[in-house]
């Protein structure tokens, strides 16, 4: 039988980094999954540990569940000021994200909820379900300009819960209707399902679709975004998404040194092949809790691949894991990194791709409630 032992601090300050074992987790408890372990948040005082009674060793582990618990904002629309995200503004309509993406750099934020970044990120998702009706109010207010929302910055907007819950759908009718750009950023095919709006917002160069595709391997990206569609139906959403008119950029992204990064060219071939017009790309983050998270998850899963994987990334990172620095956190510096962008640079010239986000219309914003003028 698996459970939790709560206890004082071992002395470490609390919340300090450490590696844990890889799998401590019990493997049929988080099947489907990304993350391997549920490691105490940050701000917890005490830290708890799995451990296996031998008298209850045959008590298989009871299946993890995902929990969804709707909460209230003040506001809907977050601002940043940050010099190097090309957008100012973003709206993300869930906390955690069920995809189990184990790489994803929003994990630690649930550390500030007194959860785990680990498997709690993933089974554990916040919903806010009166996010339409506070975005109607922002862009009513008399004192809102218009500019691009990025939608699905932290955590997918299209993740599995949008089916039942529809967030996203609503979001996306209070923009089409105030006729406000939008970025979409997704891995899900479950975009579709709005395609209705989507074309009409892009007959007015409002909307954009960027649709993250880290690799063309199926059985990895099983591994690193269980819950996230296969790439072939990422891929087959884009060709969908193109043939209506509806602008598509390919992430690559996060590129992982030693494991994903001989992928660039053939990712940017099929992307290309199935109507991607733009490029993004981001080498691997690891921002708070991810670093140990990822280093289990290499351990479990390619552990002949986690030295070179982790070498490559100090080298792009000043000799750090993680480098937060303003320029340098998505793109990194030095020989690798420099590497990279010029792969994305002669691969996306050589293929006809347009390099970052296009600029979408401003002008057409309509404040809702406002009164329409008499002719």
């Known amino acids: 039988m698996a459970g939790d032992a709560a206890g004082s601090q071992d002395g470490s300050r609390p919340g300090s980094a450490r590696r844990f074992a890889a799998s401590t987790t019990p493997e049929a408890g988080r099947r489907g999954r990304g993350a391997t372990a549920n490691p105490t948040g940050r701000f917890e005082t005490a830290r708890r540990e799995t451990f296996h009674d031998p008298e209850w060793a045959d008590d298989a582990p009871v299946p993890l569940r995902t929990q969804v618990t709707p909460e209230r904002s003040a506001r809907i629309i977050a601002r940043n000021t940050s010099p190097d995200i090309p957008f100012d503004r973003s709206i993300n309509p869930y906390r955690g994200c069920e995809h189990g993406c184990i790489y994803c750099y929003a994990r630690p934020t649930h550390a500030w909820l007194g959860l785990s970044p680990g498997l709690d990120f993933e089974s554990r998702i916040f919903t806010k379900p009166d996010a339409a009706q506070l975005l109607l109010r922002e862009l009513a207010a008399p004192g809102?300009?218009?500019?691009?929302?990025?939608?699905?910055?932290?955590?997918?907007?299209?993740?599995?819960?949008?089916?039942?819950?529809?967030?996203?759908?609503?979001?996306?009718?209070?923009?089409?209707?105030?006729?406000?750009?939008?970025?979409?950023?997704?891995?899900?095919?479950?975009?579709?399902?709005?395609?209705?709006?989507?074309?009409?917002?892009?007959?007015?160069?409002?909307?954009?679709?960027?649709?993250?595709?880290?690799?063309?391997?199926?059985?990895?990206?099983?591994?690193?975004?269980?819950?996230?569609?296969?790439?072939?139906?990422?891929l087959?959403?884009?060709?969908?998404?193109?043939?209506?008119?509806?602008?598509?950029?390919?992430?690559?992204?996060?590129?992982?040194?030693?494991?994903?990064?001989?992928?660039?060219?053939?990712?940017?071939?099929?992307?290309?092949?199935?109507?991607?017009?733009?490029?993004?790309?981001?080498?691997?983050?690891?921002?708070?809790?991810?670093?140990?998270?990822?280093?289990?998850?290499?351990?479990?899963h390619y552990p002949e691949r986690k030295d070179r994987a982790f070498a490559l990334l100090r080298q792009a990172r000043g000799g750090r894991e993680n480098d937060p620095r303003f320029g340098h956190r998505f793109r990194g510096e030095g020989a690798y990194a420099a590497m990279i962008s010029q792969r994305i640079r002669i691969a996306g010239t050589r293929l006809g791709y347009g390099f970052g986000r296009m600029a979408l219309n401003r002008e057409a914003f309509r404040r809702p409630g406002a009164q329409l003028a008499l002719f």
């Open 144 to 234: 809102y300009s218009p500019d691009t929302i990025a939608l699905g910055t932290a955590t997918d907007p299209y993740q599995p819960i949008e089916r039942t819950h529809r967030i996203t759908r609503a979001v996306l009718e209070v923009l089409r209707d105030a006729r406000h750009p939008v970025a979409i950023t997704t891995k899900s095919d479950l975009v579709l399902r709005d395609l209705d709006i989507l074309t009409e917002m892009a007959a007015d160069d409002l909307v954009l679709v960027a649709i993250s595709l880290p690799t063309l391997d199926p059985d990895l990206a099983r591994r690193l975004d269980p819950r996230a569609p296969r790439p072939d139906k990422r």
């Open 236 to 300: 087959a959403a884009m060709a969908r998404l193109s043939a209506a008119g509806v602008p598509v950029m390919v992430n690559v992204s996060p590129i992982i040194p030693g494991l994903t990064d001989h992928e660039i060219e053939a990712i940017l071939a099929r992307a290309r092949e199935h109507g991607a017009s733009r490029i993004g790309h981001a080498l691997l983050r690891l921002p708070g809790e991810v670093a140990d998270l990822m280093a289990d998850w290499f351990a479990e």
